[in-house]
């Protein structure tokens, strides 16, 4: 397999773990099967994230073999292209009320997105990969799920899967397999 990804510019001299990053999307997916006790652990990292009350707002909704076609064409046409070699296509919603008082939980995405990165880093330690998708119809996720959407809100797509050979990919999409840079720290942190 050739996926030699250069992460050099992304060299830090703090002394970050390399699982951050290293950590990417790709879009170069092989077919491969999960095994539950796999998707059950990465999950399963997800449900430990910290949340707002404790409330753990986030819903994970993940496709299986018999409901994959359908959760692919809950994507951008822009998305299927190279989602449809992934093994699990899901969406992340969250419920946007507190359970213990009804009120508005003004925390809920942010909490959520706390355990798409647990979700994540979890993936990564399982062999796998995930790619998160704003590119997704919003809509059609909320009535193909049956959610109320006074009460829930999708927040994102998702895969996860087996990295394929990026050249299994067409020079448009293999030309965005670059490791991103990143703001300087100075830039998101500053101490006052």
């Given at each position: 397999?050739?996926?030699?990804?250069d992460f050099s510019?992304r060299?830090?001299?703090?002394?970050?773990d390399?699982q951050?990053?290293?950590?990417w999307?790709?879009?170069a997916?092989q077919?491969?099967t999960?095994?539950d006790?796999?998707m059950?652990r990465?999950m399963?990292a997800?449900?430990w994230?910290?949340s707002?009350?404790?409330?753990?707002p986030?819903?994970?909704?993940?496709?299986?073999?018999?409901?994959f076609?359908?959760?692919?064409?809950?994507?951008?046409?822009?998305?299927?292209v190279w989602?449809?070699?992934?093994?699990?296509i899901?969406f992340?919603?969250?419920?946007?009320?507190?359970?213990?008082?009804?009120?508005a939980?003004a925390y809920?995405?942010?909490?959520?997105?706390?355990?798409?990165?647990a979700?994540?880093?979890?993936?990564?330690?399982?062999?796998?990969?995930?790619?998160?998708?704003?590119?997704?119809k919003?809509?059609?996720?909320?009535?193909?799920?049956?959610l109320?959407?006074?009460?829930h809100?999708v927040?994102?797509?998702f895969?996860?899967?087996?990295?394929?050979?990026?050249?299994?990919?067409?020079?448009?999409?293999?030309?965005?397999?670059?490791?991103?840079?990143r703001?300087?720290?100075?830039?998101?942190?500053?101490?006052?």
């Open positions: 397999m050739t996926n030699e990804l510019a060299s830090t001299n703090t002394g970050v390399s951050f990053i290293e950590r999307s790709p879009r997916f077919t491969h999960i095994s006790d796999v059950r990465i399963d997800a449900r994230s910290p707002c009350f404790n409330a753990q986030w819903r994970f909704y993940t496709s299986t073999e018999s409901t076609n359908e959760f692919l064409a809950l994507l951008v046409e822009a998305n299927q989602a449809k070699d992934t093994s699990i899901g992340l919603v969250a419920q946007q009320h507190f359970e213990h008082n009804g009120k939980n809920a995405e942010f909490d959520s997105g706390a355990a798409w990165m979700m994540s880093l979890q993936a990564r330690l399982e062999g796998l990969y995930t790619h998160g998708m704003g590119g997704i919003a809509d059609e996720v909320a009535k193909y799920l049956a109320d959407t006074q009460k809100k927040l994102m797509g895969t996860i899967g087996k990295l394929a050979d990026l050249h299994t990919l067409d020079d448009e999409q293999r030309s965005k397999e670059v490791p991103n840079q703001k300087e720290l100075s830039e998101v942190w500053q101490t006052r």
